[in-house]
T-cell receptor
């Protein structure tokens, strides 16, 4: 069964303290892994798509990486405005439906 | 390019009533997905439409239904509302089922 697990559930960091969020997945035939950011009461905002192991993508203070079993979202020198819930989703080649993780709530304290 | 729009943004209904939510996708996008989000359950997939055909359906009762029109706009309907249907309903559009999804702001439904 296709499955996505995100860890930790919540992460509190000081401003400037770098860290990583994890997204572990099991899927038959990975077509893509997606990262989103969601602010309270709003729709998720698309960040990255990763397609194959070894691929990396960057955007400002965020960098996403992918292996055959997991993806990491690295946050370098975060600022309070990076506080949000970060969601991960995978798409397999069985029916292309997105399988979503529960998210990691990131809090950056000034 | 305009983003995904959802109407209405907020809605208060009474148990037993029915409700229709609307979603206008990004221009050129032909795939629309609907999700229910509650604090304890995260994003729960409702259904996906592509070129007016339902491709996938989540594990929700038959009270939840949807459709897509020829201009790719989509509606979802919930009949016989229950208190547990209170949630943020999100619509997402993509070029095709194989591309990244872009979300609208959501419709906050409260059932009293």
């Amino acid at each position: 069964e296709d499955q996505v697990t995100q860890s930790p559930e919540a992460l509190r960091l000081q401003e400037g303290e770098s860290s990583s969020l994890n997204c572990s997945y099991t899927v038959s035939g990975l077509r893509g892994l997606f990262w989103y950011r969601q602010d309270p009461g709003k729709g998720p905002e698309f960040l990255f798509t990763l397609y194959s192991a070894g691929e990396e993508k960057e955007k400002e203070r965020l960098k996403a990486t992918l292996t055959k079993k997991e993806s990491f979202l690295h946050i370098t020198a975060p600022k309070p405005e990076d506080s949000a819930t970060y969601l991960c989703a995978v798409q397999g080649d069985s029916n292309y439906q997105l399988i979503w993780g529960a998210g990691t709530k990131l809090i950056i304290k000034p | 390019k305009a983003g995904v729009t959802q109407t209405p943004r907020y809605l208060i209904k009474t148990r037993g009533q029915q409700v229709t939510l609307s979603c206008s996708p990004i221009s050129g996008h032909r795939s629309v997905s609907w999700y229910q989000q509650t604090p304890g359950q995260g994003l729960q997939f409702l259904f996906e439409y592509f070129s007016e055909t339902q491709r996938n359906k989540g594990n929700f009762p038959g009270r939840f239904s949807g459709r897509q029109f020829s201009n790719s706009r989509s509606e979802m309907n919930v009949s016989t509302l229950e208190l547990g249907d209170s949630a943020l309903y999100l619509c997402a559009s993509s070029l095709s089922p194989f591309n990244e999804q872009y979300f609208g702001p959501g419709t906050r439904l409260t059932v009293t």
